[in-house]
């Protein structure tokens, strides 16, 4: 097995840097209570891997592979996605911190924040296809030519979402929810 090439190992209490996980590929590992935020993150990718209390926030996540990832109870405050390796793409977010993270113009199709914070998140251009908001703050979000198509945002709040600037055919949204998306016309919804 190559050195770079780390397969089933658990990491507890650690705190990672480059040397720890540049040029590395994770397969099915699991991180607890790890701090991740002197990383750039250069050419890693994670596969099929969990992660538990960690802290990412404010790091620079530069061509990182995410396949068959969820992220629980992470701090990922102003991180920006926008370089992440997008080939094969899939990862979740659960009671996740992601205040002031920038999804800008990234395939996001069918995934899942659940019970996340994520005021000032910035997902201009991104294609949120079926992605599921469960329980989201999403206050000062922005979505601007967004495609949210069949998304659901039944459950999550404070949304300003402009209908005419994004596609959200058949989105779901709650009755509570209409008045993020008529908010530019001024009017009053009880």
């Given at each position: ?7 089933d190992q ?25 701090d991740f ?5 250069q050419t ?147």
């Amino acid at each position: 097995m190559r050195a770079d090439y780390i397969l089933d190992q658990e990491f507890r209490d650690q705190i990672l840097d480059d040397t720890n996980t540049k040029y590395k590929d994770f397969e099915n590992c699991n991180f607890y209570n790890c701090d991740f935020r002197k990383c750039t993150f250069q050419t890693v990718t994670f596969i099929d891997c969990n992660f538990f209390d960690c802290n990412f926030q404010e790091t620079k996540i530069n061509y990182v592979s995410l396949r068959g990832v969820f992220f629980n109870r992470c701090n990922f405050t102003s991180v920006n996605f926008a370089m992440t390796d997008q080939v094969i793409f899939e990862f979740h977010f659960i009671d996740c911190l992601l205040d002031y993270a920038k999804f800008y113009a990234l395939k996001l199709k069918k995934m899942q924040f659940i019970n996340c914070s994520m005021i000032a998140i910035d997902f201009m251009s991104s294609d949120l296809t079926e992605v599921l908001f469960d329980n989201c703050n999403l206050r000062r979000a922005v979505f601007i030519d967004t495609i949210a198509n069949k998304a659901d945002f039944s459950t999550s709040y404070d949304y300003v979402i402009d209908p005419e600037k994004n596609k959200i055919k058949k989105a779901v949204f709650s009755v509570d929810g209409l008045k993020g998306l008529l908010e530019k016309y001024d009017i009053v919804v009880r």
